[in-house]
């Protein structure tokens, strides 16, 4: 008899608690399997701290493989669950398809930043959700900082200096509070102009800070924002965002490059396929994290509505604190419903209450309902983390420590762009990529990552959005592989990237005359040329004809089949809740192999995104002061002076040089 099969959807804080549970409870008498985009585990309380350099990226990451024996890692991403065949269909990092078969299924996705419908946010801001935004805020930040301090003109030096984020809550408090430290000690290194320091402002159309929480954890987080020069402005958010700012909604319009979205999160679009009663997007469950009707199916933490038995009427929020809990819960109850563990029981939890990091020595707590600040407060916040965190606690106090007697480093690494990481997107954890699948972006997908974001969108020539919408003209030139004809509807643009490489460029069929291509007439070995002795007049010669690929000439024809003829297409993933195809079983296609050439050639086998109504944004630029490379329509120009006889035929159309970037704002693009 076969052993029962247990899929766990997602390795939050629900999901990894869970897996550990049922680890220890099964004891090899079930199949446990854990569903995920990434192998580990993202401790997301102490991300402002690797944003502001304190800790390295892989601290508050913890191995999946590494802590949970005797489950099965599958690195992907569901993208439909049917429940009466009960499998769940996902796709790998790869692109590639599968499924999984389960007897029970718990559902743990967590969640995805929450976007507003507000003119410019989707195409300007960032949100913090996962590494790659971390890992992107720092570089960017400090790139302002140090820009900066270079700039001669005093309102590009304020503008580049003025970080915006948009949230009071948990996060946003602690991004902005880690942010004023990080960029008052890199000025220290850096001076800027007399009288000039980095401002971040704290925006939130709530009340006070931290809301959600205790009154007087508020009054103490306002009170250490202020004192460090935090603009702290409650009642008010962003009305609108620019390239050039943000326009608030009390009229004050404020120049920046910077705008960090942590407004909130929504429960992953997952859950909204299924076709079951939701509450607020969550999942409606009983107290035992049950579905009811469904016995096999389980759900806990953000993308579950858990009924709060201590507030009746009300479900637990969608925190850090609960999620960790239902995991243990809803691991107890999965083993029981299968007869390998004790009896079921209703998830019932009393508030322990909260700790907030503001940054060096100060925090603001409420352990078991007692107030504190100060010193006090972040020894306890500190100590509460290392607790809690299932993996690298001595790596992380090591952190710590060096952090307390050496200054930072503020470098970038370059890791991560900003295309890579779209506010709108159900895959936060994962960074797009060019060559692989879109990570489930959805909307502005592409943009140049900020109001006025000095770092352009990579590869968009010109600084010119892409047309990529449903229904229009697929933008030629595109980046990330391939012409904008890859996108929807379209087909890759010649002597594009993606697209059929044209003669004398690498990948294509080389030009006559040129290494590796036929004798061009004239020459030694080939016929002799038009115009010559023996030979017809040559065109582009008085009774000749214009020559192909000159000016006022026919362009060189591309010959189908060759490699590179066909950008690969990507795997669809999970998109946001208004665009997510219901059922979400998402077809696939495979990338096609390319044929070998004589002539060296780049790789070409970028996948394109397929995420409706996105933009792309990453891929190649010209060298400075080339031609862009078009296809040519109408009727031949002016041909010019003759050529020489014996003249070889020209080379390649663009010649591939060092890529510049630019100071410029986002419109202008990389040179």
């Not at 103490?220 to 409650?234: I, K, Y």
């Not at 965190?389 to 991560?416: C, E, H, I, K, T």
């Not at 995420?611 to 792309?616: I, L, N």
């Amino acid at each position: 008899m076969s052993r029962p099969r247990i899929v766990i959807v997602g390795a939050g804080f629900a999901g990894y608690r869970t897996a550990r549970t049922l680890s220890r409870l099964t004891r090899h008498q079930a199949d446990i399997v854990l569903l995920n985009p990434t192998d580990y585990f993202l401790y997301l309380p102490l991300l402002p701290q690797v944003a502001a350099g304190i800790l390295e990226p892989r601290r508050v990451s913890v191995s999946l493989s590494g802590t949970l024996p005797r489950v099965r890692l599958v690195l992907g991403e569901a993208d439909g669950i049917d429940l009466d065949g009960r499998t769940v269909h996902y796709t790998d990092p790869e692109g590639g398809e599968g499924t999984l078969r389960y007897d029970r299924l718990v559902l743990a996705a967590g969640s995805v930043n929450k976007l507003l419908p507000i003119p410019g946010v989707a195409e300007h801001a960032h949100g913090f959700r996962g590494l790659p935004e971390a890992l992107y805020l720092r570089d960017h930040v400090t790139r302002q900082v140090e820009l900066a301090a270079a700039a001669d003109d005093r309102a590009e030096c304020a503008a580049r200096c003025t970080f915006v984020v948009v949230g009071a809550g948990y996060t946003g408090t602690e991004v902005a509070a880690h942010g004023q430290m990080y960029t008052d000690a890199q000025v220290r290194r850096h001076p800027m102009r007399t009288g000039m320091r980095p401002r971040w402002m704290l925006l939130d159309v709530a009340e006070r800070v931290l809301p959600e929480m205790d009154e007087r954890l508020s009054r103490t987080a306002e009170r250490v924002l202020r004192q460090r020069g935090v603009d702290v402005r409650m009642g008010t958010s962003v009305k609108e965002a620019t390239h050039d700012g943000v326009l608030l909604t009390d009229g004050t319009t404020v120049d920046t490059r910077t705008l960090v979205w942590c407004v909130g999160v929504r429960p992953d679009p997952l859950v909204e396929s299924l076709g079951l009663p939701m509450e607020r997007g969550r999942l409606l469950v009983d107290p035992h994290l049950q579905v009811p009707g469904r016995p096999e199916l389980f759900a806990c933490g953000d993308v579950a509505a858990v009924p709060d038995l201590t507030k009746p009427g009300q479900y637990t929020p969608m925190t850090a604190q609960h999620a960790w809990r239902h995991g243990k819960v809803c691991a107890e109850n999965v083993a029981a419903s299968l007869g390998i563990g004790g009896q079921r029981r209703a998830y019932r939890h009393r508030d322990m209450g909260f700790v907030v990091d503001l940054g060096g020595a100060k925090a603001a707590a409420n352990p078991l309902g007692v107030p504190m600040s100060g010193p006090a407060a972040g020894a306890v916040t500190r100590g509460y983390h290392l607790a809690a965190m299932p993996g690298n606690r001595v790596r992380v106090a090591a952190d710590w420590l060096l952090d307390a007697v050496l200054p930072r480093q503020a470098v970038q690494l370059g890791l991560v762009r900003s295309w890579s990481v779209p506010l709108e997107s159900a895959s936060p954890e994962v960074a797009r990529v060019p060559g692989r699948p879109d990570a489930g972006s959805a909307g502005s997908a592409g943009s140049a990552g900020g109001p006025g974001r000095t770092e352009p969108a990579e590869g968009r020539p010109s600084g010119e959005p892409a047309k990529a919408r449903p229904g229009e003209e697929p933008a030629k030139s595109q980046p990330d592989g391939e012409s904008g004809k890859s996108q929807p509807g379209g087909e890759p643009a010649k002597s594009q990237p993606g697209g059929e490489p044209a003669k004398s460029q690498p990948g294509g069929e080389p030009a006559k005359g040129q290494p590796g291509g036929e004798p061009a007439k004239g020459q030694p070995g080939g016929e002799p040329a038009k115009g010559q002795p023996g030979g017809e007049p040559a065109k582009g010669q008085p009774g000749g004809e214009p020559a192909k690929a000159q000016p006022g000439g026919e362009p060189a024809r591309k010959h189908p089949g060759r490699p590179g003829a066909d950008g690969a297409s990507g795997k669809r993933h999970r998109t946001s809740e208004s665009t997510r195809p219901r059922p979400a079983h998402a077809p696939g296609t495979s990338r096609k192999a390319a044929e070998p050439s004589a002539a060296p050639k780049p790789s070409t086998g970028a996948r394109r995104s397929e995420a409706p109504g996105g933009t792309r944004s990453s891929g190649r630029t010209r060298s400075p002061g080339a031609p862009a490379p078009t296809r040519s329509a109408g009727p031949p120009a002016d041909p010019g002076p003759e050529p020489p006889p014996n003249q070889p035929p020209p080379g390649p159309d663009i010649a591939p040089g060092p890529v510049k970037r630019t100071d410029g704002p986002a419109v202008e693009g990389d040179s």
